[in-house]
């Protein structure tokens, strides 16, 4: 069974950096493609980032591209969201997800596999 389990989420100030992991068992992790996804209180899960099974092909949401890195170490089975230059816009309970295809898709519904998520929050 996949587990996928996130932290590194809390208080940051606003210009601040954050780095999120998520730690991910139950299956060949190297092999799949993952997923950063992040929700706010009343808004839809939209995508953030995604990278592939051997981290050569990354995709990002434009609000996000120039200030979020996304990577990847296969030995440690864990991805991570670099998050820099952090703004208001940004806090949300930020999900890991994983899927078996091998394109860092944008669409939700093609990952198959969900953390439980973390939090995060700018202090002004």
């Known amino acids: 069974q996949v587990q996928l389990v996130e932290s590194g989420g809390g208080l940051v100030q606003a210009e601040g950096s954050l780095r999120l992991s998520c730690a991910a068992s139950?299956?060949?992790?190297?092999?799949?493609?993952m997923g950063w996804f992040r929700q706010a209180p009343g808004k839809e899960r939209d995508f953030v980032a995604a990278i592939s099974w051997s981290g050569g092909s990354t995709n990002y949401a434009d609000s996000v591209k120039g200030r979020f890195t996304i990577s990847r170490d296969n030995a440690k089975n864990t991805v991570y969201l670099q998050m820099n230059s952090l703004n208001p816009e940004d806090p949300a309970v930020y999900y890991c997800?994983?899927?078996?295809?091998?394109?860092?898709?944008?669409?939700?519904?093609?990952?198959?596999?969900w953390g439980q998520g973390t939090q995060f929050t700018v202090s002004l």
């Open positions: 139950g299956r060949t992790f190297s092999s799949y493609t």
């Open positions: 997800a994983e899927r078996t295809g091998r394109i860092p898709t944008t669409t939700r519904s093609l990952y198959e596999y």
